[in-house]
């Protein structure tokens, strides 16, 4: 069974303007945490943002917050003010078992972002 | 500080030759892991090293081998290259195996012929 599911192949979005990255997980461990990473056509995995299980607030780090949504398995990644260098894949991740043992990361099929001037 | 370091950034190979990809973590960083990225596959595990020890192993054939060295530095191996080797492999590393954010390095871009 996939682990994490990215419904959105592929956004677009207007530059300045608010988007949202879906991303639902799937794991019977009670700890575990789940990140999202960008990549640029170069290639290298950028690390945005990252949420435990057992975090009371929701992540954020500058542009970037994660709407973390456990009951329903959802940790959707929210970028405010876009901008054109955003234009980018990005996935979403998770890792099982911590402060035990990570797991290897998980990953999405990713969503491909545009960001339109 | 620097980052993860990955040599050679980009590779051509033809089909049954091998190939060794080095990975060089972040200063203190003794976990290393490499994934491997296709298009049809996504981002799979390969493997995780951590204090030269071999943690945890993807669902890959025996031709993929790796090893970490004392100073943390990791190679991967692939023999009797295929073309579906084809692939971005990507190195991470993180402080040790119980932290949990993973960084990466720019990978190495493998073109089998």
């Known amino acids: 069974a996939q682990k994490i599911t990215q419904t959105q192949p592929g956004m677009f979005v207007q530059e300045k303007e608010a988007v949202t990255l879906d991303c639902t997980y799937d794991t019977s461990d009670p700890s575990y945490g789940l990140f999202w990473y960008k990549q640029p056509s ?26 973390f949504q456990k009951a329903r398995k959802s940790a959707n990644l929210v970028i405010s003010a876009s901008q054109l260098g955003d234009s980018a894949m990005y996935f979403c991740a998770m890792r099982e078992g911590l402060g035990s043992g ?4 998980v990953f999405g099929k990713g969503t491909r972002l545009s960001v339109i001037a | 500080k620097a980052g993860v370091t990955q040599t050679p950034r980009y590779l051509i190979k033809t089909r049954g030759q091998q190939v060794t990809l080095s990975c060089s973590p972040i200063s203190g960083h003794r976990s ?3 994934y491997q990225q296709t298009p049809g596959q996504g981002l799979q595990f390969l493997f995780e090293y951590f204090s030269e020890t071999q943690r945890n192993k993807g669902n890959f054939p025996g031709r993929f081998s790796g ?13 009797t290259l295929e073309l579906g080797d084809s692939a971005l492999y990507l190195c991470a590393s993180s402080l040790s195996v119980d932290q949990e954010t993973q960084y990466f390095g720019p990978g190495t871009r493998l073109l089998v012929l």
Do not use: C, H, K
């Open chain 1, 102 to 105: 990570n797991t290897p990361l």
């Open chain 2, 67 to 79: 090893r970490q060295f004392s100073n943390s530095r990791s190679e991967m191996n692939v023999s």
């Open chain 1, 42 to 67: 170069s290639g290298e995995m950028i690390f945005l943002i990252y949420q435990g299980s057992y975090d009371q607030q929701n992540a954020t780090e500058g542009r970037y917050s994660l709407n």
């Open chain 2, 32 to 34: 290393v892991s490499w």
